[in-house]
């Protein structure tokens, strides 16, 4: 990207796409910047492999509203479990139905992982970032006995900057299970990186692209050309108008059917998000709300494979079902 930049005022634009289908979570509907944007044009990075694991006994995850003892800077670990977290090691551990630690009722355990770490003189001026490669669980991170964040994503990263201190630093992550998970803890590489710059003010969020908030790219959608070929490029927008003039005395609603299609998919009626289509299932049918059609309609399909040249597949309407609409009179 240095090819891009510009002396003096640069604007960043950052894209996140959710992925459109169930992920592991308690944030699983959510997408967006999760951790710290940085820019830097040398990147310094330290392993945390040795570890000291325990677990808290507490009733409900209300008690995590106050830091725990064991988050403390002064904590007494020297008899907790010695682990290592390192690259291709599972330090993950599976919850016995018996466990004392399980919360009542929710099958909630509370592991704690504890490690200490030292920042290098000549580096106290870097920007100091946790880089989580995987957490099964959510996770409070806490630095020196003040809590970081809360995180409800399997990998995450997060900004220590404003808590690091001189000489010797106290990390602690507690970590609780997803409901019905019976693993939690940390597995692969976890690193502390030493960045330049750390982009954490100044943004501005719009949920949605114009385009796609109205249904079609940001141009005169009655140019758009028509497709002779089975293929598209990745990121298209795919459109067919249709003309719906329902049978008088008739109810049938109507349904969109697409089947055999690579990449996924937001539908638009008339520029209303209807639904969203997956390849791997499970909905292939979508329901198009009589209240959202007119008279002459315009289906609008997002099409993205993540770089991967688009197979169109088949895309059909037809009503869910016929019924003669009729009087029923009921005598009491």
Not at 80 to 97: A, C, F, L, Q, Y
Not at 182 to 207: D, N, S
Request: proline share 5%.
């Amino acid at each position: 990207t240095a090819g891009a930049l510009v002396c003096g005022q640069n604007d960043l634009l950052v894209l996140v796409e959710n992925e459109g289908h169930p992920r592991k979570g308690d944030d699983a509907t959510f997408s967006g910047i999760t951790g710290p944007v940085v820019l830097t044009a040398e990147e310094k990075h330290f392993d945390l492999g040795e570890w000291k694991r325990g677990f808290l006994s507490i009733q409900s995850e209300s008690a995590m509203n106050v830091v725990p003892e064991e988050a403390g800077k002064n904590c007494d670990d020297s008899s907790w479990e010695s682990i290592e977290v390192k690259k291709g090691w599972d330090s993950r551990i599976s919850i016995p139905p018996s466990s004392t630690h399980i919360e009542p009722g929710h099958e909630r355990v509370y592991a704690v992982y504890r490690t200490s770490f030292s920042i290098p003189e000549d580096d106290y001026s870097c920007g100091v970032v946790l880089d989580v490669p995987k957490s099964d669980g959510k996770c409070w991170i806490y630095l020196n006995g003040c809590l970081v964040d809360k995180k409800h994503q399997e990998r995450f990263t997060a900004d220590l900057t404003p808590y690091i201190c001189e000489g010797e630093n106290q990390l602690t992550l507690i970590i609780r299970n997803f409901r019905w998970y019976t693993t939690l803890g940390l597995h692969g590489q976890i690193m502390i990186r030493l960045v330049e710059k750390i982009i954490a003010e100044g943004w501005e969020f719009i949920r949605g692209l114009h385009g796609q908030n109205k249904g079609f790219p940001e141009e005169d959608i009655l140019k758009w050309p028509l497709i002779k070929s089975e293929s598209v490029q990745n990121l298209s927008w795919l459109g067919f108008d249709f003309t719906h003039e329902p049978e008088p005395g008739w109810t049938a609603p109507l349904c969109l059917e697409l089947n055999n299609w690579d990449a996924k998919i937001l539908v638009y009626l008339n520029g209303i998000l209807v639904g969203r289509y997956h390849p791997d299932g499970p909905q292939e049918k979508f329901y198009l709300p009589n209240d959202y059609l007119e008279k002459n309609n315009r289906i609008v399909l997002f099409c993205n494979s993540h770089n991967k040249t688009i197979k169109i597949g088949k895309a059909s309407i037809y009503p869910y079902y016929k019924v003669k609409e009729g009087m029923l009179e009921i005598r009491f």
